[in-house]
């Protein structure tokens, strides 16, 4: 590596070398790793990492580095990994071009060696696929040799980059590379947009962060004796640096020249006049190239500032050889260009130039880029032409080549920085005359379905305010920013005329609509209705097609009913017509999907299969992942649990091929997991959301959160679930919808049970029969309201079987039995499936009131096992037993038993519950010909071996007692009863007082006091 500190000597840092090359080394073993170093600016980070780096190498990594690039206080997009790359092709030639085999078309956007672009559309999927053929490249050089990507200064970086670098972070699973990235502690203020992309990586266990501290006393004498060429400075001198650097190994750095020269009394207490002590000792005309350097950006290529300067070469390079000379520029290893020694240098140059200057300066980079744009590197031209101009303060000038950066970031999937661009655009709008508006500034460009146009008859090529606004909303709704999105909208909907233009105002509005579902905000149905008002009526068009479909799809997610239909037909119709194929393929996902939920789930099956073959070949595959998920969600509400998980895990092939796991992974990924715990395969479940990234899962928290606590459950881990639990209600709460409502209503009332508190399960089950009443009235519930309600009332009649003797619960027992029963006599078994669990629930109410019978159950075994379904169908074949046992048909029940704890769906509850019951029952040791069972019987609590005393107090602390007042009415001490509640939790074999309370109330253990 080049060594370009004036300090000859690597001083310290032996902690943070130590953690350096113990992530190599996992790196090496295949386990990629992150490490973030922060510190203040001069505090050393640039040198850790050379000298890291020159370690990595000689050891047989291959390292590369690319730094973020500041223009106008800006970053440019993607800058240190076009960098990066664009050194790996030169120092690996042929082995990068074979890497990138495939996927050039979308590379080129980072490294334009790679050829020409593809023909593909620069949308937000666009950009995901740039992000996932990253990704690919990365792990295919990888494979055989170790990659460290080194990126400094994040501080100045573009969004873009920081979101491929997340994505890199998150997705190289198995690959051999190190990330290494610096940034500047002192810059983040409190509103830096780096500091949420540092606590979001903060949570991945293979992201360490470094923070690099000043240097103490001791290591500014050792940098100290290898700048002045001693063995040991002198204290008086080492004291003094060290008090005024205060540690910063660039401030020692500089006052050591300082020193060297003779200056040792000149430097005032200001950090300007500190950092250009050595600018002002340099020749007058090093000065002023080094002035206009400053302006070019944290990066400035020769032949550009030779053409800024146009002074010829000569007096150029020999004004450079000074600067570099004096440690103030050094060259890039690229030999291209240059880089101020520390940023902090470059600031204190800028700030010392007068308005004047720093206006003409930029215009004059402005100016040569206009003519010479090849004298910029890579993809950069457009963006730093925009911004010298719009630090020249030429606002028109500043507007149209504004104007053209966002559309060039648009290309590139850089929507952060097209958003930052049409601002400043947004910005200057005003400034600039109207007449030089109309002449010199681009048509509109791509915006999704928005009319370009307003006026009537031909389409004009002007642009107009709200012509922007639509860019910036897009924009900012595809780099998700969807509260800046919203902000924008609004602005754009008071400029609209309703009445003159009613297409613009409800494109803006169901802008605003999806935004706000994506926001889990209220408001959405609002503007949706708003913009369906404005468009009835009036020619088929693609903003009325996207309106209806939509609208349709926001009521296909909450309770859809027949009236419904229409619209979804109508809107495929629509986009038909308007020749809008995308519109059209969302719409028929969502007919399909309708008509599956509302009583023809063949019809509806058939549509999801048309859509998912059209969309294939026509390479939209947001609507192929759509359908996808959709088609899986229909086979398993049918039963369908295999063809469930095949369908999901293909839209997961198809959403991480093509860079989409962030938009709708997480809810492919739930699917798969749904079906994968029907078909009883928990540890492939447990696996899949283990590796998944949370911070992919979007506004799908609650379903993967749910799935969790399902998981913790059958495990027999109640905290966990708990934990997941209360997360998955939080994130459900601002936005309802029945698919995840009612299951997360069902896994309440079980966690309640296994808790010992029979009343929250009923208060839970209440709720669910509540909001069902306050329908209105004549609204039936679709198919997929029924999948997640039958197991709720299911779920709800075992609570209350399970709590009778319990007088508390007792108490109410007889109007929830009948509210529960009215409920599903209202419902319609439209699939094998209802009729499953209608039966479950039949059995499930008759034993909540003492008469169930083998043969219910026996019916309900039978429809559960013909589906496959094998979490109901444990509890089904306990239930059997139980009732088997009562009637003393003990091998009957002892093989149902057995069947239980087989069965690979059954959790860690049931399969205690089997395995008490056969204690309690005898059956282990049963024989092929048993004893007939007496006629009564025996007490379940004597089983156990629970004595008299012990008994009470199980009453008691199945009530919620605490210890002290079980103490008070049993007239006992608190330490007694303490005993008695530990004996009782060893001799049921439970580990805390609620599951105690809980299988008490299962087993019936509890005397009539309770």
Same mark, same amino acid.
């Given at each position: 590596?080049?060594?370009?500190?004036?300090?000859?000597?690597?001083?310290?840092?032996?902690?943070?070398?130590g953690?350096?090359?113990?992530?190599?080394?996992?790196?090496?073993?295949?386990?990629?790793q992150a490490?973030?170093?922060?510190?203040?600016?001069?505090?050393?980070?640039?040198?850790?990492?050379?000298?890291?780096?020159?370690?990595?190498?000689?050891?047989?990594?291959?390292?590369?580095?690319?730094?973020?690039?500041?223009?106008?206080?800006?970053?440019?997009?993607?800058?240190?990994?076009?960098t990066?790359?664009?050194?790996?092709?030169?120092?690996?030639?042929?082995?990068?071009?074979r890497?990138?085999?495939?996927?050039?078309?979308?590379?080129?956007?980072?490294?334009?060696?790679?050829?020409?672009?593809?023909?593909?559309?620069?949308?937000?999927?666009?950009?995901?696929?740039?992000?996932?053929?990253?990704?690919?490249?990365?792990?295919?050089?990888?494979d055989g040799?170790?990659?460290?990507?080194?990126?400094?200064?994040?501080?100045?970086?573009?969004?873009?980059?920081?979101?491929?670098?997340?994505?890199?972070?998150?997705t190289?699973?198995?690959?051999?590379?190190?990330?290494?990235?610096?940034?500047?502690?002192?810059?983040l203020?409190?509103?830096?947009p780096?500091?949420?992309?540092?606590?979001?990586?903060?949570?991945?266990?293979t992201?360490?962060?470094?923070?690099?501290?000043?240097?103490?006393?001791?290591?500014?004498?050792?940098?100290?004796?290898?700048?002045?060429?001693?063995?040991?400075?002198?204290?008086?001198? +080492?004291d003094?640096?060290?008090?005024?650097?205060?540690?910063?190994?660039?401030?020692?750095?500089?006052?050591?020249?300082?020193?060297q020269?003779?200056?040792?009394?000149?430097?005032?207490e200001?950090l300007?006049?500190?950092l250009?002590?050595?600018?002002?000792?340099?020749?007058? #005309?090093?000065?002023?190239?080094l002035?206009?350097?400053?302006?070019?950006?944290?990066?400035v290529?020769?032949?550009?500032?030779?053409?800024?300067?146009?002074?010829? #070469?000569?007096?150029?390079?020999?004004?450079?050889?000074?600067?570099?000379?004096a440690?103030?520029?050094r060259?890039?290893?690229?030999?291209?260009?240059?880089?101020?020694?520390?940023?902090?240098v470059?600031?204190?140059?800028?700030?010392?130039?007068?308005?004047?200057?720093?206006?003409?300066?930029?215009?004059?980079?402005?100016?040569?880029?206009?003519?010479?744009?090849?004298?910029?590197?890579?993809n950069?031209?457009?963006a730093?032409?925009?911004?010298?101009?719009?630090?020249?303060?030429?606002?028109?000038?500043?507007?149209?080549?504004?104007l053209?950066?966002?559309?060039?970031?648009?290309?590139?999937?850089?929507?952060?920085?097209?958003?930052?661009?049409?601002e400043?655009?947004?910005?200057?709008w005003?400034?600039?005359?109207? #007449?030089?508006?109309?002449?010199?500034?681009?048509?509109?460009?791509?915006?999704?379905?928005?009319?370009?146009?307003?006026?009537?008859?031909?389409?004009c090529?002007?642009?107009?305010?709200?012509?922007?606004?639509?860019?910036?909303?897009?924009?900012?709704?595809?780099?998700?920013?969807?509260?800046?999105?919203l902000?924008?909208?609004?602005?754009?909907l008071?400029?609209?005329?309703e009445?003159?233009?009613?297409?613009?105002?409800?494109?803006f509005?169901?802008?605003?609509?999806?935004?706000?579902?994506h926001?889990?905000r209220?408001?959405?149905?609002?503007?949706?209705?708003?913009?369906?008002?404005?468009?009835?009526?009036?020619?088929?068009?693609?903003?009325?097609?996207?309106?209806?479909?939509?609208?349709?799809?926001?009521?296909?997610l909450?309770?859809?009913?027949?009236?419904?239909?229409?619209?979804?037909?109508?809107?495929?119709e629509?986009?038909?017509?308007?020749?809008?194929?995308?519109?059209?393929?969302?719409?028929?996902?969502?007919?399909?999907?309708?008509?599956?939920?509302?009583?023809?789930?063949?019809?509806?099956?058939?549509?999801?299969?048309?859509?998912?073959?059209?969309?294939?070949?026509?390479?939209?595959?947001?609507?192929?992942c759509?359908a996808?998920?959709?088609?899986?969600?229909?086979e398993?509400?049918?039963?369908?649990?295999?063809?469930?998980?095949?369908?999901?895990r293909?839209?997961?092939?198809?959403?991480?091929?093509?860079?989409?796991?962030?938009?709708?992974?997480?809810?492919?990924?739930?699917?798969?997991?749904?079906?994968?715990? +029907?078909?009883?395969?928990?540890?492939?479940?447990?696996?899949l959301?283990?590796?998944w990234?949370?911070?992919?899962?979007?506004?799908?928290?609650?379903?993967?959160?749910?799935?969790?606590?399902?998981?913790?459950?059958?495990?027999g881990?109640?905290?966990?679930?708990?934990?997941?639990?209360?997360?998955?209600?939080?994130?459900?709460?601002?936005?309802?919808?029945?698919?995840?409502?009612?299951?997360v209503?069902?896994?309440?009332?079980?966690?309640?049970?296994?808790?010992?508190?029979?009343?929250?399960?009923?208060? #839970?089950?209440?709720?669910?029969?509540?909001?069902?009443?306050?329908?209105?009235?004549?609204?039936?519930?679709?198919?997929?309201?029924?999948n997640?309600?039958?197991?709720?009332?299911?779920?709800?009649?075992?609570?209350?079987?399970?709590?009778?003797?319990?007088?508390?619960?007792?108490?109410?027992?007889?109007?929830v039995?009948r509210?529960?029963?009215?409920?599903?006599?209202?419902?319609?078994?439209?699939?094998e499936?209802?009729?499953?669990?209608?039966?479950?629930?039949?059995?499930?109410l008759?034993?909540?009131?003492?008469?169930?019978?083998?043969?219910?159950?026996?019916?309900?075994?039978?429809?559960?096992?013909?589906?496959?379904?094998?979490?109901?169908l444990?509890?089904?074949?306990?239930?059997?037993?139980?009732?088997?046992?009562?009637?003393?048909?003990?091998?009957?029940?002892?093989?149902?038993?057995?069947?239980?704890?087989e069965?690979?769906?059954?959790?860690?509850y049931?399969r205690?519950?089997?395995?008490?019951?056969?204690?309690?029952?005898?059956?282990?040791?049963?024989?092929?010909?048993p004893?007939?069972?007496?006629?009564?019987p025996?007490?379940?609590?004597?089983?156990?071996?629970?004595?008299p005393?012990?008994?009470?107090?199980?009453?008691?602390?199945a009530?919620?007692?605490?210890?002290?007042?079980i103490?008070?009415?049993?007239?006992?001490?608190?330490?007694?009863?303490?005993?008695?509640?530990?004996?009782?939790?060893?001799?049921?074999?439970?580990?805390?007082?609620?599951?105690a309370?809980?299988?008490?109330?299962?087993?019936?253990?509890?005397?009539?006091?309770?």
């Amino acid at each position: 590596m080049e060594q370009t500190s004036v300090s000859p000597v690597f001083v310290g840092r032996g902690t943070e070398v130590g953690a350096l090359e113990a992530a190599l080394r996992r790196a090496d073993a295949g386990q990629p790793q992150a490490v973030l170093i922060g510190g203040e600016a001069g505090v050393g980070k640039t040198r850790l990492i050379e000298e890291f780096l020159g370690t990595a190498c000689r050891g047989g990594a291959v390292t590369t580095m690319g730094g973020c690039l500041e223009v106008g206080a800006e970053g440019l997009p993607f800058a240190p990994l076009a960098t990066a790359l664009r050194r790996l092709h030169r120092g690996l030639g042929a082995e990068l071009e074979r890497a990138a085999e495939g996927m050039e078309g979308h590379l080129t956007r980072l490294l334009p060696e790679f050829g020409a672009d593809d023909a593909e559309p620069n949308d937000e999927f666009g950009r995901a696929r740039l992000f996932e053929h990253t990704a690919r490249l990365f792990e295919r050089l990888s494979d055989g040799q170790t990659i460290v990507l080194a990126v400094e200064d994040l501080h100045w970086s573009d969004r873009s980059t920081r979101e491929l670098l997340a994505y890199l972070i998150r997705t190289l699973h198995r690959a051999r590379v190190l990330i290494v990235a610096t940034y500047r502690t002192d810059d983040l203020h409190r509103r830096h947009p780096l500091r949420p992309f540092l606590a979001e990586l903060d949570r991945l266990r293979t992201v360490q962060r470094l923070e690099l501290a000043r240097f103490g006393r001791a290591e500014v004498a050792a940098q100290l004796a290898g700048i002045l060429g001693t063995e040991a400075p002198g204290r008086s001198l +080492v004291d003094r640096i060290h008090e005024r650097s205060e540690g910063n190994p660039f401030f020692v750095e500089e006052l050591a020249t300082a020193h060297q020269e003779g200056c040792h009394t000149g430097l005032t207490e200001s950090l300007r006049d500190l950092l250009l002590v050595r600018v002002e000792a340099l020749p007058d #005309e090093t000065q002023r190239v080094l002035r206009i350097a400053a302006e070019g950006g944290s990066y400035v290529e020769h032949g550009l500032l030779e053409a800024v300067l146009d002074e010829g #070469e000569e007096s150029l390079t020999e004004a450079l050889r000074t600067a570099v000379g004096a440690n103030v520029l050094r060259p890039d290893t690229d030999g291209e260009g240059y880089r101020f020694r520390h940023a902090l240098v470059r600031e204190a140059v800028s700030d010392d130039l007068l308005p004047g200057e720093r206006y003409r300066i930029n215009r004059r980079y402005a100016t040569v880029l206009e003519q010479q744009g090849e004298l910029v590197c890579g993809n950069g031209l457009d963006a730093r032409l925009a911004n010298y101009w719009y630090h020249a303060h030429e606002p028109a000038k500043a507007l149209p080549t504004a104007l053209e950066a966002a559309r060039a970031a648009r290309r590139r999937n850089a929507f952060a920085e097209q958003l930052r661009m049409l601002e400043r655009a947004l910005e200057l709008w005003d400034e600039v005359p109207e #007449e030089i508006r109309d002449t010199s500034v681009r048509p509109h460009d791509w915006a999704g379905t928005f009319p370009a146009c307003g006026c009537d008859g031909a389409h004009c090529a002007g642009l107009y305010l709200v012509d922007v606004l639509a860019e910036a909303v897009t924009a900012a709704r595809r780099s998700g920013d969807r509260d800046r999105g919203l902000s924008l909208a609004k602005r754009a909907l008071k400029l609209v005329d309703e009445e003159a233009e009613p297409e613009r105002a409800a494109w803006f509005m169901i802008q605003r609509a999806q935004m706000f579902g994506h926001l889990r905000r209220g408001g959405a149905q609002e503007e949706i209705d708003r913009a369906q008002q404005l468009v009835a009526g009036l020619r088929p068009s693609p903003v009325q097609a996207e309106v209806l479909a939509l609208a349709v799809g926001h009521v296909m997610l909450l309770d859809p009913s027949a009236g419904d239909m229409a619209m979804a037909e109508r809107a495929v119709e629509l986009a038909r017509e308007v020749d809008a194929p995308m519109v059209e393929l969302h719409a028929l996902t969502t007919l399909g999907t309708l008509r599956a939920n509302l009583g023809d789930p063949e019809a509806g099956l058939a549509l999801l299969h048309e859509a998912v073959e059209r969309a294939r070949p026509a390479g939209v595959v947001d609507v192929l992942c759509r359908a996808l998920n959709n088609l899986s969600s229909m086979e398993l509400s049918l039963g369908r649990a295999e063809e469930a998980a095949a369908l999901a895990r293909e839209g997961l092939a198809v959403a991480q091929g093509n860079g989409l796991l962030a938009n709708t992974g997480a809810i492919l990924a739930g699917n798969l997991v749904e079906a994968l715990l +029907v078909l009883g395969r928990r540890q492939e479940a447990e696996e899949l959301l283990a590796e998944w990234d949370d911070s992919r899962a979007g506004t799908f928290h609650a379903f993967l959160d749910r799935l969790r606590s399902e998981l913790a459950l059958d495990r027999g881990d109640l905290a966990a679930a708990e934990e997941h639990f209360q997360r998955a209600r939080q994130a459900g709460k601002v936005v309802q919808q029945p698919q995840h409502d009612l299951p997360v209503a069902r896994l309440a009332i079980r966690l309640a049970m296994r808790a010992g508190r029979p009343l929250d399960a009923r208060a #839970e089950l209440l709720a669910v029969l509540d909001g069902l009443a306050d329908r209105p009235a004549g609204d039936g519930l679709s198919d997929g309201c029924v999948n997640g309600l039958l197991p709720v009332l299911v779920e709800g009649a075992a609570a209350e079987a399970d709590s009778r003797g319990v007088p508390s619960a007792d108490l109410g027992r007889p109007v929830v039995l009948r509210r529960i029963a009215e409920v599903a006599a209202g419902l319609r078994p439209g699939t094998e499936l209802h009729r499953a669990w209608s039966e479950l629930l039949a059995a499930e109410l008759a034993r909540a009131e003492g008469v169930d019978s083998p043969g219910q159950w026996a019916a309900a075994v039978g429809s559960l096992r013909a589906l496959g379904l094998g979490c109901p169908l444990g509890q089904a074949l306990y239930r059997q037993a139980e009732a088997l046992l009562a009637e003393g048909r003990r091998e009957e029940a002892a093989g149902l038993l057995r069947e239980v704890d087989e069965l690979v769906t059954s959790g860690r509850y049931l399969r205690q519950d089997a395995a008490l019951l056969t204690a309690r029952a005898g059956l282990a040791a049963a024989r092929p010909a048993p004893a007939p069972r007496a006629a009564e019987p025996a007490d379940p609590a004597e089983e156990f071996g629970l004595t008299p005393r012990e008994r009470d107090v199980l009453d008691r602390l199945a009530l919620g007692r605490t210890n002290r007042q079980i103490a008070e009415e049993l007239y006992i001490s608190p330490k007694t009863a303490s005993v008695h509640v530990s004996n009782i939790l060893a001799k049921l074999s439970v580990g805390s007082r609620g599951e105690a309370a809980a299988l008490a109330h299962r087993l019936q253990l509890l005397g009539q006091g309770a």
